[in-house]
Nanobody, 124 residues
Framework: QVQLVESGGGLVQAGGSLRLSCAAS????????MGWFRQAPGKEREFVAA????????YYADSVKGRFTISRDNAKNTVYLQMNSLKPDDTAVYYC?????????????????WGQGTQVTVSS
């Protein structure tokens, strides 16, 4: 079993930045794909970003490309999502996710573990 705990959410004005963190416990995550999904009120959960086990390959939704950056520190068993130039449309609950095979599987929507989520609210 793997537990994922997100932190770093909050309220920010449009144009601002936030950095989300996801601390994993239970087993080392260095060989697993990690990623982030989000769900806005009244909308379906959607893929945001993913990263390979080594950190060498990243994937982004078109809506966040160029504004968000996913990274990982396997020594700390932690994944990050740096969010810049935030927009009101980025308001959502952000979930940390893990796939035991690869980051590309997360882009396909195949998630083995979910975190509990952290709220991000962007005011206009």
């Amino acid at each position: 079993q793997v537990q994922l705990v997100e932190s770093g959410g909050g309220l920010v004005q449009a144009g601002g930045s936030l950095r989300l963190s996801c601390a994993a416990s239970g087993r080392p995550i260095s060989s697993y794909g990690m990623g982030w999904f989000r769900q806005a009120p009244g909308k379906e959960r959607e893929f945001v970003a993913a990263i390979s086990g080594s950190g060498s390959t990243t994937y982004y939704a078109d809506s966040v490309k160029g504004r968000f950056t996913i990274s990982r520190d396997n020594a700390k068993n932690t994944v990050y999502l740096q969010m810049n130039s935030l927009k009101p449309d980025d308001t959502a609950v952000y979930y940390c996710t893990l796939n035991q095979r690869s980051g590309v599987e997360l882009r396909r929507g195949n998630v083995d573990y979910w975190g509990q989520g952290t709220q991000v609210t962007v005011s206009s």
